[in-house]
């Protein structure tokens, strides 16, 4: 696969990123300096990497309630999300939204969201406005294994389906939903299978391994911007920390955490570049160095931020939409 330089050390650079960003949340976490739940991304980083390396500013993606890592693989600002995780008024959403709900649309995130499930409808929302306008930008839609089972997912696929919306829908199956195993909530076993019921070609891939889903992705990325509708990718990977800060984990072993962790899509990926060549360990523990000096400063920056004031507190909570924006998509749908 011929992927060059820069686009691997960027890649290299994202995943090192929301690595270090995940595991200062869940020390400082411990520490009691973060308000509200926090649901950590740490182990599934290849996932969101790979899938957004093939995406443009103005592409979407739709996220879950474990949102950081496709935020940081989307462009998101570093300092604005983690000042939004403390709370704070120079945060993404200015405060208001904490980690379950970081967005930031200039960059095509539309946002993490606490609805299990709550994503594919939103993503069949920015493809039918792709569609109706004639672009050739495309939506990935990541969400869990959990959120496989939901009716809104069901009515998503379906949708994307018949109407061809360029859509891709990636499921990270972490294997747990909270704590409960797909091998004894998912019917049938097999969630890529099931999107194949609704027309739409479906896969599943090794979601530890970067290139897997890089490749995966560009596929399906090529064929939405084609306008030959929507993929679906079953993408099989790890979270590292429990379902939330705060979890206990008694509903796995340690054995199976380390045997996972001794496949991390990181160390996979420095392997595979460093042994064909392609960059070299120095090129690699400088983004290293530069990924920590890069959080230390977002927690510097949220740290030292002001808490949004109670003036702050009823604004942005509606938005008005004129007949004017709303022409294009009754004229497409009449
Ligand atoms: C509609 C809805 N039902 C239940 C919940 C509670 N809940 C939060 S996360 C979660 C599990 C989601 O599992 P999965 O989709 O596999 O995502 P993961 O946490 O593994 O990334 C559940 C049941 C919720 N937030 N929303
Ligand atoms: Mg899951």
Redesign the pocket.
């Given at each position: 696969m011929d992927i060059g330089k820069e686009k691997l050390l960027w890649m290299y650079e994202r995943m090192r990123l929301i690595r270090e960003f995940e595991e200062r949340l869940h020390t400082d976490f411990a520490a009691g300096k973060i308000p509200g739940f926090v649901?950590l991304y740490a182990g599934e980083e290849a996932v969101a990497v790979g899938a957004c390396t093939h995406l443009r500013d103005d592409d979407f993606i739709t996220s879950?309630?474990?949102g950081h890592g496709h935020c940081i693989a989307k462009g998101v600002d570093i300092n604005a999300m983690m000042a939004e995780i403390y709370g704070k008024a120079t945060g993404a959403c200015k405060g208001k939204g904490g980690s379950m709900h970081i967005a930031d649309v200039g960059k095509g995130m539309l946002g993490a969201n606490?609805?299990?499930?709550?994503g594919p409808p939103i993503a069949c929302g920015s493809g039918l406005t792709a569609k109706v306008k004639g672009t050739d930008q495309v939506t990935i839609c990541f969400?869990?294994?959990?959120?496989?089972n939901?009716g809104t997912t069901a009515e998503g696929l379906n949708l994307a389906g018949i109407w061809k919306l360029p859509v891709i829908f990636i499921c990270?199956?972490?294997g747990?939903?909270?704590t409960?195993s797909?091998d004894y909530s998912v019917s049938g076993r097999d969630i890529a299978a099931r999107a194949r019921g609704y027309g739409m070609p479906s896969l599943a891939v090794d979601g530890l391994d970067l290139f897997a889903i890089y490749e995966a992705v560009g596929e399906a990325a090529a064929r939405a911007r084609r306008g030959e509708g929507p993929t679906f990718i079953e993408a099989q990977t790890y979270?590292y920390f429990g379902?939330f800060e705060g979890d206990t984990i008694h509903y796995r072993t340690r054995e199976e955490e380390t045997r996972y962790r001794s496949r991390d899509c990181i160390e996979r990926f420095r392997s595979a570049v460093t042994d064909q060549g392609l960059l070299t360990a120095a090129d690699l523990d400088a983004i290293d160095q530069q990924a920590k000096a890069s959080i230390d400063e977002a927690v510097r920056f949220a740290d030292t931020s002001p808490l949004p004031t109670q003036a702050d507190m009823l604004t942005d909570v509606y938005v008005n939409f004129s007949e004017r924006d709303l022409w294009p998509f009754q004229q497409a749908l009449a």
């Open positions: 649901h879950t309630h474990r606490g609805i299990v499930g709550g969400f869990g294994d959990g959120a496989s939901q990270e199956n972490n747990y939903a909270e409960t797909p979270r379902h």
